[in-house]
Nanobody, 123 residues
Framework: QVKLVESGGGLVQPGGSLRLSCATSGFALDDYTIGWFRQAPGKWREGVACISSADGASYYAESAKGRFTISKDKTTNTLYLQMNSLQLEDTAVYYC????????????????WGQGTQVNVSL
């Protein structure tokens, strides 16, 4: 049974950093494309970053490039999202997700989701 549990959200000031974690179980990290999405109030869920199972490469949304880094630790089956230079518009619930043959552009095609962790960027 695939299970994803996010943690690490919180309140941070603009310019600050947070590291999100996603504890996974029920599958091997290399076997699924795994990634991070976010959803702000009143907005659609959007892809942030993912690691592809097809080529092992990392992919980022334009809004995340240069500021966020996705990584995984296969020894602990944990996915991470290091977020630096956080901005007010990064405020959202962040979700970890996994599936096969998916990409950031189509959140609806991802089958496995965590419960989310709230990130608030505020003065």
């Amino acid at each position: 049974q695939v299970k994803l549990v996010e943690s690490g959200g919180g309140l941070v000031q603009p310019g600050g950093s947070l590291r999100l974690s996603c504890a996974t179980s029920g599958f091997a990290l290399d076997d699924y494309t795994i990634g991070w999405f976010r959803q702000a109030p009143g907005k659609w869920r959007e892809g942030v970053a993912c690691i592809s199972s097809a080529d092992g490469a990392s992919y980022y949304a334009e809004s995340a490039k240069g500021r966020f880094t996705i990584s995984k630790d296969k020894t602990t089956n944990t996915l991470y999202l290091q977020m630096n230079s956080l901005q007010l518009e990064d405020t959202a619930v962040y979700y970890c997700a996994a599936d096969w043959w998916v990409d950031l552009r189509s959140p609806s095609e991802w089958g496995y989701w965590g419960q989310g962790t709230q990130v608030n960027v505020s003065l």
